[in-house]
């Protein structure tokens, strides 16, 4: 099994949806303020070159140097320099404070002689533009963003209807019901695939368990016939009064086999009935009456007594006949294991059915008690189902059973809820 | 008393058949559903032995025919079947008892004559031999008109014994007989021992008797002069 841990699809759906989209935001974003910057240096060094131009064909017209501070300053100087662009923080009278600007300085020669041109831009204007691109792009992103998240979840949910209601009409099919699915029809190609294969599986399941059902009956009929023949076949021979005490003896015991073939067969039919849920009454019964009935029907045949000295009522949900296999089961186990010196006490509470006999050490396998043709004691002639049955019972019906070994008692609790 | 086996198993029917026979009852048989059909529609039975089972149809069919036709007839159910479904559905449809295969002929002869006693086939609800009188509907035992006390087990092994009487029971059906599936409990029948000689105590010197031990095998309920 897959332990791992499960979400809703179309939660799934919308995690990823946000996941990528939120990245792809960040990188655009991100990207966006790069290239703008990009594009803003390139077209303010463009635009400070023709100011630095239009500044030269002034002086040459002119003749002399044009200062307006803080953008324009030019001055007469001895050598040409290389022209170099970089930013810088000048006092702005405007504005009486310091500002970032940024400088191109060019050299020029203009009528023989040498010049120093600075041209300057305000910084500032430029971030706020690069500012104002930046957050109208994350706005108009974040609204198709939302919608689109919103939309597509819509969409999604519809889109996959057909198949949440298809999931619940699969979890309440039952095999026991004998009525194929009905699922319903989509246009989706994937999803019209996926009921046709479920389809298919779920009528296979039907028609194997149909068969199965069939086959266990069919062996029991098919078995106990011939057992019927042997056990008639048997007491005719006893009947007819000619036969010597070697020969009785040997058919007693052919007697006795045929007779522990057909317990064994019709405790397996029992078992793959309760395994098949084919008992499907859940009515309330007085545990406590059946439970008498039962040790009555021990009477004469326990060579232990069976003590019953605490009795509360106990009152259960299940099937009369299930309950009956219960009683029978524990008190046979019980009887089977418990020395001639031993007792059997039984208890009931309003919850509880407490079954203890005596014995001598606690059991060794106690996690195997309840499998099939387990047997603690090999020298019993038990079948090892008594407790196997009772086991699936208490699992169909939601009883729970524990065996514990105290005071030199083997104890074993049902609880009814 | 004629007694219709509408049984499949040709091998299961001879042998319930010799069995009967020694009762001196008439036995005839039918194979399959349509011969079942047409020999419950000709003759008349005191009692019929049906398999649910049958090759070419459900017996169950046959019996719900037979009450519908609103013939007065026993029926005893035989069925490979342990399904309580059946059990309770063949018993719903009129029936009066139902065995499950395989069982001892001994027992289907008691259950038998439990189904003949019953009051709606007039029956004769007493059973008697020599000074020893049970009165069924009361679960009731006198002998020489006096009533003896007797468990419940002593009372059906009492019954048991004379419905089976000069037949030979061994241990192991009378334990079968009086505690069914129970008996997986023990590993040795001899306990049967301790039960037959309460019972003979209280059937008195006369009747006490009856119950014959054979050796090593089982009893014989008889009659002293046989």
Known sequence: MNHKKKIKLLKKISRSFLTYGLLAMILSVIALYFITKYIIKDETEESLNSQAFRIEKLIEKEGVPINVHPII????????GTQRIKDTILYDPAEEELEPYMELITYKKINERAYKISVRTKVVELYDILQAIILSYIVILLTVFLAQYYLSRKNTALVWKPFFN????????????????????TDIEEFSELNTEIKTLTNKVISDYQNLKQFTEDVSHEIQTPLANIQAKIGNLFDENQINEKQYNLLIEISNNARRLATLNKKLILLAKIENQQFKTSNQINFTNILKKSIESFEGLNKVPILT?????????????LAGIIADNLLSNAIKYTSSEGEIIIKTTTNEFIVSNSGEAAIKNPEKLYDRFYKENTTKKSLGLGLAIVKKICDNYGYTISYTFSNNMHVFKLTFN | MKILIAEDEITLQESIIKFLNRDAHICETASDYYEAISKVSIYEYDLILLDINLITGNGLDLLKLIKKEG????????SANNSLDDKVEGLDLGADDYLTKPFHLTELNSRIKAVMRRGKYDGDSNISFNEIKIKTDAMQAYVNEKPIQLTKKEYDLLVYFITN??????????AEHLWGDNIDTVDSFDFIYVHINHLRKKLTDVAANYIRTVYRIGYKFMDEDM
């Open chain 1, 73 to 80: 300053n030019t001055q007469e100087v001895k050598y040409i």
């Open chain 1, 166 to 185: 298809n999931l619940k009409k699969i979890k309440t099919f039952s095999i026991q019901s004998n009525k194929a699915i009905n699922l319903e029809e």
């Open chain 1, 309 to 321: 000295r605490e009795m509360e009522p106990l009152e259960i949900n299940g099937d009369p006949y």
């Open chain 2, 71 to 78: 013939k007065k007839i026993p029926v005893i159910i035989i």
């Open chain 2, 165 to 174: 009487k000069n037949r030979v029971l061994s241990k192991e059906v009378i």
